[in-house]
Antibody, heavy 118, light 112 residues
Framework: EVQLVETGGGLVQPGKSLKLTCATSGFTFSNAWMHWVRQSPEKQLEWVAQIKAKSNNYATYYAESVKGRFTISRDDSKSSVYLQMNSLKEEDTAIYYC?????????WGQGVMVTVSS | DIVLTQAPLSVSVTPGESASISCRSSKSLLSSKGITSLYWYLQRPGKSPQLLIYQMSNLASGVPDRFSSSGSETDFTLKISKVETEDVGVYYCGHRLEYPLTFGSGTKLEIK
């Protein structure tokens, strides 16, 4: 059974940093293209970032709204993907989902809440 | 960025009847490989989104065949036949033609 479990969310002040972790199991993580997608309080889904596999040189892609502030990375030995979020803004407040692309965004974690507020 | 516009914002359906949701793209979603990069997701209340349809018309694993999708390069329709109470939630279209991936704003399906 495919499982994705996000941790690391919480309440943080604007300008601060937070690192999300997504621990996975049930599939060949080392071959997987992993994504982070967030959902605003208004329920709008927004794609955040993607990291490809080692065979694709771990290529990364970002939404313009987070480029330069967020970094996606992975540890294949731990079957985990990370999202380092720096210089957080109030508009980054959302539920963050870790997702795995197979035929589409097939598998999603339960999500982790990030609230940016002073 | 590709803009996906969904309609209606919400739909209320009697169990057993059909429902249709539209998604219009600001750009053709037909890739150079001949694949139409349009996906449908359902987010049930309190749950994470789940994949329903991939590449415009293919059912994801475990999705009942009451769901179907069709379209052209820019206009797409998700149809739910014989709606059941478990179909309640918000339906989103999305694409993966290019970066950034984007999603529609969602259509809420309710049961009368």
């Amino acid at each position: 059974e495919v499982q994705l479990v996000e941790t690391g969310g919480g309440l943080v002040q604007p300008g601060k940093s937070l690192k999300l972790t997504c621990a996975t199991s049930g599939f060949t993580f080392s071959n997987a293209w992993m994504h982070w997608v967030r959902q605003s309080p208004e329920k709008q889904l927004e794609w955040v970032a993607q990291i490809k596999a080692k065979s694709n040189n771990y290529a990364t892609y970002y939404a313009e709204s987070v480029k330069g502030r967020f970094t996606i990375s992975r540890d294949d030995s731990k079957s985990s993907v990370y999202l380092q979020m720096n210089s957080l803004k109030e508009e980054d407040t959302a539920i963050y989902y870790c997702t795995y692309w197979e035929l589409g965004l097939d598998y999603w974690g339960q999500g982790v809440m990030v609230t940016v507020s002073s | 960025d590709i803009v996906l516009t969904q309609a209606p914002l919400s739909v209320s359906v009697t169990p057993g009847e059909s429902a249709s949701i539209s998604c219009r793209s600001s750009k053709s979603l037909l890739s150079s490989k001949g694949i139409t990069s349009l996906y449908w997701y359902l987010q049930r209340p309190g749950k994470s989104p789940q994949l329903l349809i991939y590449q415009m018309s293919n059912l994801a694993s475990g999705v009942p065949d009451r769901f179907s999708s069709s379209g052209s390069e820019t206009d797409f329709t998700l149809k739910i036949s014989k709606v059941e109470t478990e179909d309640v939630g918000v339906y989103y279209c999305g694409h993966r033609l290019e970066y950034p991936l984007t999603f529609g704003s969602g259509t809420k399906l309710e049961i009368k």
